[in-house]
């Protein structure tokens, strides 16, 4: 999800800062000594850190449990404002990325300093019983 007021245009030139982050999503958690599948929806969340200059997101990839490419969420780069942010969301019922689901998203900023706050919420609701955590990203070598 991406609100057109947490936009900027893409600056032209090349950043100061390029870097990639490894977000796990758990869509699927096995319980009860592995008797039991819970699945979760899932929100991704990015958080432009800086007050004064645009993020870029060059591109989100969902990955599964064996790494494969699920889904590409973005078309073509997109410029956070400063302190804005964006959000994917994977439905409950999607399955698609199994137990050890994650994101892949690559980024851009004019600053080195300017790395993103990127984490997963995943929520989980049966019945009368809701369970939810965050999953915190990670930086990894970009190619």
Known sequence: ????????????????????????????VIAGGGRTKINFSGLLSIHNASAKDVLVIDAIEYRDQAGRLVERTLDKPVALKPYASMQVVIAQ?????????????????????AEPVIEAVMVAVQ?????????AGRRVPRP
Do not use: C, K, N
């Not at 199994?98 to 980024?107: L, R």
């Not at 019945?127 to 999953?135: A, C, I, K, L, M």
């Open 1 to 28: 999800m991406l609100l057109p007021d947490a936009t900027a245009t893409v600056p032209a030139g090349p950043p100061a800062a390029r870097g990639r982050t490894l977000i796990p999503l758990h869509s699927t």
């Open 93 to 113: 019922e999607d399955v698609r990325g199994g137990i050890g689901a994650s994101f892949v998203v690559d980024w851009a900023a004019p600053a080195a300093d």
């Open 127 to 135: 019945g009368t019983q809701g369970y939810s955590f965050v999953s």
